[in-house]
């Protein structure tokens, strides 16, 4: 006989006159009993005093609370009771990559088709071939993008030789892509993209968006006859992305893209975000923000560069995209050798200028400026084991995985610094220098680089991430990636008399970091 009197701990939404009896009194139940509720929503089954646990029953609930907060033991579900984690088969159809991708929990993902059209389930977690596919990463985007990019490798032909002369050019059109996010009637999708001030979460859409422009560029890749070439697609670079209008959680969200531009084994693919509302109907201003991705191609033998297919603009917009697409280029590689030739003939007088201050509060502290901080003393590190369950189809560390866990340090170094919620104005240019496979021991330093707060009213706060691929077997620590974010401050914090403080550094090595992203923006 056990006497439950603890109130009922669970992470779900209920009718609260359906446990109205429970919650009011004590009641005392026999070993092993259970009880449901009138609306069989989960059933309360209490084993021991120690182990009392929920079971689900309807499959629209895909987790358990299988615990109270207080319990020491864990429960051992039974045969009969053990009925997560919920499986979903895998659609028995033949998936056809060219299909509109809907970001929905229980979505079918439908791109328009090239020559039929068949629907993919994003919710499924049964994947085929198991080979292909990265370990259970949960987001409903990236099984579902995929879950796409699986169909192109079952067409593949490995065994065929490819030469330059088969290579064809396609059309923007062939490789076109969009993501519907129906936050606005699927609660289930929303909670997953929703942050605690109940905004998106940005670290999850640029991770999203990584995984799309992977999908793209792989469609891109493929022949007219479905097969893949036997290639490698990575990603190189992100071009700057900055947020022209905020993001909401509660109106539908759409991501589409294609390839804009295709060099002899590189390729630019630009993806648009847009979000209609009740401020802004007109579709032209619906755009969010846009995003250019480039991707490079491996051969998957030797490791060097391959030939991918050229491009075929058509419409006036995509012969547009494309003359834009080939300025930057230029211009990257223009900056390129202009870095390497401001390595060797530094602005020492800008040097000295920075470090000015900073050399006051490292000899006299106590003099230092009460409104300035050392650059050192806004450090935050996160370090993390690389997991298979985070890797993509070729075996490394998911391109998108590295910048969310990149925004996610940011961000909370920002508040930290600011002593207030941040909100994402931009990110900056990204290198992926070297590839993170499975196993590394993978070390994230960010710093708030430097702020602007020439106006009070929005000051800027510019946070720099490092990864650090470490191989303790080596004795090795490499540079993997740079990220550079742009926060500022909730208006509202600013009118209750918040003051963001300037940040100096202390090192010649920091000085020039803080230039060389300066000069980086002032550029842009």
Not at 118 to 133: C, E, V
Not at 443 to 466: D, F, G
Not at 487 to 500: D, N, W
Request: hydrophobic share 35%.
């Amino acid at each position: 006989m056990y006497t439950l009197k603890r109130p009922l701990f669970h992470s779900f939404r209920f009718n609260n006159s359906n446990f109205t009896s429970l919650r009011s009194s004590t009641k005392t139940y026999q070993a092993n009993e259970t009880i449901r509720s009138q609306n069989p929503i989960f059933s309360a089954k209490f084993p021991d005093p120690t182990r009392p646990f929920f079971i689900a029953n309807s499959p629209s609930v895909s987790r358990i609370n299988t615990h109270f907060p207080n319990s020491l033991i864990q429960p051992r579900l039974t045969s009969t009771t053990q009925t997560f984690p919920q499986i979903r088969n895998f659609c028995n159809k033949q998936s056809n990559p060219n299909a509109e991708l809907s970001a929905s929990n229980d979505i079918s993902a439908v791109i328009p088709p090239i020559r039929s059209s068949q629907p993919i389930d994003a919710g499924s977690s049964m994947r085929k071939p198991i080979s292909l596919w990265p370990g259970m990463y949960h987001s409903p985007v990236t099984n579902a993008l995929w879950e796409a990019r699986s169909s192109m490798f079952e067409k593949s032909a490995d065994d065929k030789q490819y030469s330059q002369s088969e290579l064809v050019a396609k059309t923007p059109s062939r490789s076109r892509t969009c993501i519907d996010y129906k936050f606005s009637s699927d609660y289930i999708l929303k909670e997953q993209y929703r942050n605690p001030w109940d905004e998106i979460r940005m670290g999850k859409l640029l991770e999203d968006l990584d995984a799309l422009a992977g999908t793209i560029s792989y469609k891109h890749c493929r022949n007219d006859d479905g097969a893949t070439r036997p290639i490698l697609l990575v990603t190189a670079s992100v071009d700057r992305m900055v947020l022209k209008k905020p993001i909401h959680v509660d109106f539908d969200l759409k991501i589409s893209g294609a390839v804009t531009w295709v060099g002899r084994s590189s390729m630019e693919i630009q993806l648009e975000v847009t979000q209609s509302t009740q401020d802004s109907p007109n579709p032209s201003d619906s755009i969010a923000f846009v995003a250019n991705f480039t991707f490079v191609a491996r051969d998957s033998q030797t490791g060097k560069s391959a030939p991918v297919n050229q491009i075929l603009p058509e419409t006036e917009r995509e012969k547009l995209l494309w003359k834009e697409a080939e300025e930057r280029n230029k211009m990257r590689k223009q900056k390129r050798a202009e870095r390497k030739k401001d390595a060797n003939n530094s602005d020492e007088d800008r040097l000295y200028s920075l470090l000015a201050e900073g050399r006051v509060f490292c000899d006299m502290p106590a003099l230092a400026d009460r409104d300035s901080i050392l650059i050192r003393d806004t450090c935050h590190e996160n370090s993390l084991i690389c997991q298979p369950q985070q890797r993509n189809i070729h075996g490394r560390i998911f391109g998108g995985f590295l910048m969310r866990k990149a925004f996610e340090l940011a961000f909370s170094n920002a508040y930290a610094f600011a002593g207030a919620a941040p909100c994402f104005l931009e990110v900056d240019h990204i290198d992926f220098f070297k590839p993170v496979d499975v196993g590394n021991f993978l070390r994230l330093k960010s710093s708030v680089l430097y702020t602007e707060v020439e106006n009070p009213a929005k000051p800027l706060i510019n946070v720099e991430v490092v990864a650090h691929v470490t191989r303790p077997e080596l004795r090795s620590s490499e540079v993997s990636n740079k990220f550079y974010f742009t926060f500022t401050v909730r208006p509202e914090a600013m009118k209750e008399g918040l003051r963001i403080r300037n940040v100096v550094p202390a090192t010649e090595e920091e000085a020039r970091r803080v230039l060389e992203h300066m000069d980086a923006e002032s550029s842009q």
